[in-house]
């Protein structure tokens, strides 16, 4: 099956800095890419959707300005979260679908975000 | 706002039984349901459903759709522990946007006990 990968799968930072999170289709092209935030033993969150070359669409009450979104490429999507506070501890999954994944929706590994 | 309800919340099984988890929805603009299995890190795929009454199957696990009572079943059989994780439901619509959207369920956690 197809494969996203993301990077890194834990990153510590501390608090009110910002950090960076790498979501990449190896083998499809994504034309959207979506971002999650999963809380332990609840489900995922949506965040956020971007289209490849156009600005994200984020949910209601996901602040634009603090969780920034990047999908300048059909293989790389970015989610920064900015000035991270320590209630952003979360897990953060991007996935991907494109033409050529079969519209099937695929999830990298995620990436475990402590703030301290 | 799209509605995915998954049933049990949480299910405790011994090796050898047969399992059945559903997932009902109430969505805008259905385009398809997706059932993924998530251990300790992110969700992997199991099936993508589309059309209604045709069975998806993949070793021991099957599922299937129905369109008109909104729902959608996934079975296990045989369970064997390393079937132990929480199954996620996920069905993509428009929510009445103009994007379609993933909205899952809160997920079954499936306990597989030798």
């Known amino acids: 099956g197809a494969v996203v990968s993301q990077h890194p799968s834990r990153v510590i930072c501390k608090s009110g800095t910002s950090v960076k999170i790498e979501c990449r289709s190896l083998?499809?092209?994504?034309?959207?890419m979506f971002w999650y935030r999963q809380f332990p033993k609840q489900s995922l969150m949506l965040m956020a959707t971007s289209n490849e070359g156009s600005k994200a669409t984020y949910e209601q009450g996901v602040e634009k300005d603090k969780f920034l979104i990047n999908h300048a490429s059909l293989t790389l999507s970015t989610l920064t979260v900015t000035s991270a506070h320590p209630e952003d501890s979360s897990f953060y999954i991007c996935?991907?679908?494109?033409?050529?994944?079969?519209?099937?929706?695929?999830f990298g590994e995620g990436s475990w975000l402590t703030v301290v | 706002e799209d509605k995915v309800v998954q049933s049990p919340l949480s299910l405790v099984v011994h090796e050898g039984d047969t399992v059945t988890l559903n997932c009902s929805y109430e969505?805008?603009?259905?385009?398809?349901l997706l059932w993924y299995k998530q251990e300790k890190k992110a969700p992997t795929f199991l099936f993508m459903l589309?059309?209604?009454?045709i069975e998806k199957k993949s070793g021991r696990l099957s599922s299937i759709l129905d369109k008109k009572e909104l729902f959608s079943i996934l079975n296990i059989t045989a369970t064997q522990t390393g079937d132990s994780a929480v199954y996620l439901c996920?069905?993509?619509?428009?929510?009445?946007?103009?994007?379609?959207?993933?909205?899952f369920g809160k997920g079954t956690l499936l306990t597989v006990n030798p």
């Open positions: 083998d499809f092209q994504a034309t959207t």
């Open positions: 996935s991907a679908r494109g033409p050529y994944s079969g519209n099937t929706i695929y």
């Open positions: 589309t059309s209604s009454g």
């Open positions: 969505v805008t603009n259905f385009r398809s």
């Open positions: 996920a069905v993509e619509a428009t929510g009445g946007g103009s994007n379609y959207k993933l909205t």
